[in-house]
């Protein structure tokens, strides 16, 4: 399949579950495909773009590897996605590279994934955080910032500060998941 068919099939889908997972299976039958779909997702203005975040969401929430020889391109672009239908996948599939990254279990994330991708990462979740993005995306930002900041301490108190300054404004679902990610931070010894 070309670039340009790939494209075209890609804007046929729509935002209903089955939908994108059948075109996820596609591209993981031919991983061939997947750098379309990060090149697509980067089209930043273009609408499709939303498409191709919900299908790399089902993707790496089945095989996270796949991202792994696409580490660089996807951490230094996540800060131009700007589309809020592409917003909250990228933070799913950031919050998928921190839970790796942060994994028990030896994994290729904790070689491969450099203390600037890391960084990229934070910088850009930590702008969801601040920036008005819906509840979703948040979300998926304030685990990954929890993650990284179990590292770096610097991180866990400019989160603190961000949700305990947005609490009183944000829905009950942030103050759901803000509640327990506070709780977790003070479970951590301090150094």
């Known amino acids: 399949m070309t670039k340009e068919e790939f494209y075209d099939e890609l804007t046929k889908i729509s935002a209903s579950r089955e939908s994108r997972l059948n075109f996820a299976k596609r591209v993981e039958k031919d991983m061939g495909l997947f750098p379309y779909l990060i090149e ?7 609408k499709t ?3 191709a975040a919900w299908v790399l969401e ?3 929430a089945d095989y996270l590897y796949a991202i792994i020889p696409h580490l660089d391109t996807f951490t230094k672009n996540i800060h ?5 239908s592409a917003v909250r996948p990228v933070s799913k ?3 998928f590279i921190a839970k790796a990254y942060y994994s028990k279990e030896n994994n290729a994330f904790k070689k491969l994934l450099s203390p600037e991708h890391k960084e990229r990462i934070i910088e850009t979740s930590f702008d969801w955080m601040i920036n008005k993005h819906k509840v979703a995306a948040k979300v998926f930002a304030m685990e ?3 993650l990284f900041g179990q590292e770096n301490t610097w991180i866990h108190d400019d989160l603190k500060q961000i949700l305990e300054q947005d609490f009183q404004t944000q829905s009950s679902a942030f103050k759901s998941r803000a509640k327990h990610i506070l709780l977790r931070m003070k479970k951590i010894p301090k150094s």
Not at 40 to 46: G, Q, R, T, Y
Not at 80 to 84: D, P, T
């Open 49 to 51: 773009s939303c498409q």
């Open 144 to 146: 990954t910032l929890f």
């Open 93 to 95: 599939v950031c919050q």
């Open 80 to 84: 131009r996605v700007h589309l809020e």
């Open 40 to 46: 697509i997702l980067f089209k930043v203005d273009d």
């Open 58 to 60: 089902f993707v790496c």
